[in-house]
């Protein structure tokens, strides 16, 4: 069936570094959306992403969308305690408009 | 505007037996999906209701069924409850399809023993 893998798994970085996690699809994307879950809370939209090749920026956050609508990164900047969470990306299949969640990225920042 | 809302937020039951999980969505929003998340699996894809329709569905057994009421709010039922079973359902509402953004409800912890 239609997947959605996202790497790296889990990610460590000191305050400061920078950090991008990448999605692949089995198959080509209507869209597609990223959601961060903190620890104990519940996902929360960031973004979402349509055109092919699009590129958005949320402060220090950059969301790209691949040319083949198949694949997406969110890479994020100097990195600060608060990003501290796990970063679901989700793709929107077309025709059925069905939701696939990637496996998350749980991104730690130590201070 | 008030968010997602699921109840309940906390659930301990037996093997074998039957839950009903609860969720209202935001004020004119017509979409509800289900989700369970689990360590192991992250996020599962249950179904989808818009207006009272099912209108996707995941790859679960049909011991997990929805229903969407006329005022949108949506109940999720698991019957013949498994070990298995343990995990945060999570709701979602969307104003329409899958081009809309989701907002999340807490959650309803459930734990089978």
């Known amino acids: 069936g239609q997947q959605v893998m996202q790497i790296p798994q889990y990610q460590h970085v000191q305050e400061g570094e920078d950090f991008t996690t990448y999605c692949n699809s089995s198959t080509t994307l209507s869209n597609i959306q990223w959601y961060k879950q903190r620890p104990g809370g519940h996902p929360v939209f960031l973004i979402q992403l349509v055109k092919s090749g699009e590129v958005k920026k949320q402060k220090r956050l950059t969301f790209q969308f691949g040319e083949a609508k198949k694949n997406s990164s969110l890479h994020i900047t100097a990195t600060q305690t608060t990003d501290v969470g796990t970063y679901f990306c989700?793709?929107?299949?077309?025709?059925?408009?069905?939701?696939?969640f990637g496996t998350g990225t749980r991104l730690k920042v130590l201070a | 505007k008030a968010g997602v809302t699921q109840t309940p937020r906390y659930l301990i039951k037996t093997r074998g037996q039957q839950v009903t999980l609860s969720c209202s969505p935001i004020s004119g929003h017509r979409s509800v999906s289900w989700y369970q998340q689990t360590p192991g699996q992250g996020l599962q894809f249950l179904f989808e209701y818009f207006s009272e329709t099912q209108r996707n569905k995941g790859n679960f057994p049909g011991r997990f069924s929805g229903r969407q009421f006329s005022n949108s709010r949506s109940e999720m039922n698991v019957s013949t409850l498994e070990l298995g079973d343990s995990a945060l359902y999570l709701c979602?509402?969307?104003?329409?399809?899958?081009?809309?953004?989701?907002?999340f409800g807490p959650g309803t912890r459930l734990t089978v023993t």
């Open positions: 979602a509402s969307s104003l329409g399809t899958g081009t809309n953004e989701q907002y």
């Open positions: 989700a793709g929107v299949t077309s025709g059925t408009y069905k939701y696939i």
